[in-house]
């Protein structure tokens, strides 16, 4: 089962996801950290997704990215573990939130190995995201 966790309720939920969170996050370069996540997700600039399977077995965090032509969904951080057990469930569930926003698309930049992993749900490898860090 994939929640939504309104803004009002992060708290609630923040001590229980916030490891999932945390995960997905060992490896970026610093540019944001779980505290700026949630203070995002309560401030309703970012949404926070509970998923449990059926007790909470990940997080996933998302925002609505507002181009001049049009709006994309970004995946930010998706962690957890039993993927292959909610997979098909979260992928309706973020095609029918990208839906309700009016969003044309849905958008991640992850690690290499979830190419495979997305490819049965219609997501194709577009680029590249090369990082160096100074």
């Known amino acids: 089962m994939i ?19 945390e995960a997905a996050l060992e490896l970026n370069m610093g540019e944001i950290t779980s505290s700026d996540i949630r203070a995002f997700c309560k401030n309703r600039d970012m949404q926070l997704w509970a998923i449990y399977n059926p007790d909470l077995s990940g997080a996933v965090t998302t925002e609505i990215i507002k181009y001049p032509k049009t709006k994309i969904l970004r995946i930010v951080t998706i962690g957890g573990s039993v993927l292959d057990c909610w997979s098909v469930e979260f992928s309706k569930a973020m095609d029918g939130f990208a839906r309700h926003e009016g969003a044309s698309g849905i958008e991640a930049i992850g690690r290499k190995g979830w190419v495979a992993k997305v490819a049965p749900f219609g997501y194709t490898q577009k680029s590249v995201n090369y990082v160096k860090e100074l």
Do not use: A, C, G, L
Request: charged share 30%; no cysteine; aromatic share 16%.
């Open 3 to 21: 929640v939504p966790v309104t803004s009002e309720h992060v708290d609630e939920f923040w001590d229980d996801v916030e490891p999932y969170i």
